[in-house]
Nanobody
Framework: QVQLVESGGGLVQAGASLTLSCAAS????????MGWFRQAPGKDREFVAA????????YYADSVKGRFTIPRDNAKNTVYLQMNRLKPEDTAVYSC?????????????????WGQGTQVTVSS
C-alpha cells in the first residue's frame, strides 16, 4: 500500500504563487510516475502535471504550461506543484496521485493511489 498526503493549499489572490506538497509513504519502491490533478465544482477531474520518477520527464496541461512546475525530491519521497501567476480559474481541489506501472501519465486511469486532496482558491 501507498499513502499520499498533500499539503499547502489555501486562499490567495490572483497573480500570487503557491506550492503544494505531496509526501508518499509505504511501498513506494514500485513507482513509475506521480501526478497532480484538479477538480473544480461541477467539473470533471482534469490533469495538471506529471513527472516520470526515474527520468524526471515532465508533462503539463496547456492551461498551466509556463506557470506551474512539478519538481520532486527523491530523498523525501515528495513531489511538489509550484504554481505561479495563479488565476481564478485555477480554483479547485488538487490531488496528487502515484502510478506504479508505465502508462500515459496524463490519464487518471493509470494512477493507482490518490491523496485526499487540498483546496486551492484564487480570488480575483
Amino acid at each position: 500500500q501507498v499513502q499520499l498526503v498533500e499539503s499547502g493549499g489555501g486562499l490567495v489572490q490572483a497573480g500570487a504563487s503557491l506550492t503544494l506538497s505531496c509526501a508518499a509513504s509505504g511501498r513506494t519502491f514500485s513507482r513509475y510516475a506521480m501526478g497532480w490533478f484538479r477538480q473544480a465544482p461541477g467539473k470533471d477531474r482534469e490533469f495538471v502535471a506529471a513527472i516520470i520518477w526515474s527520468t524526471r520527464s515532465t508533462y503539463y496541461a496547456d492551461s498551466v504550461k509556463g506557470r506551474f512546475t512539478i519538481p520532486r525530491d527523491n530523498a523525501k519521497n515528495t513531489v511538489y506543484l509550484q504554481m505561479n501567476r495563479l488565476k481564478p480559474e485555477d480554483t479547485a481541489v488538487y490531488s496528487c496521485a502515484l502510478a506504479q506501472v508505465a502508462g500515459e501519465p496524463r490519464s487518471d486511469r493509470n494512477y493507482d493511489y490518490w491523496g485526499q486532496g487540498t483546496q486551492v482558491t484564487v480570488s480575483s
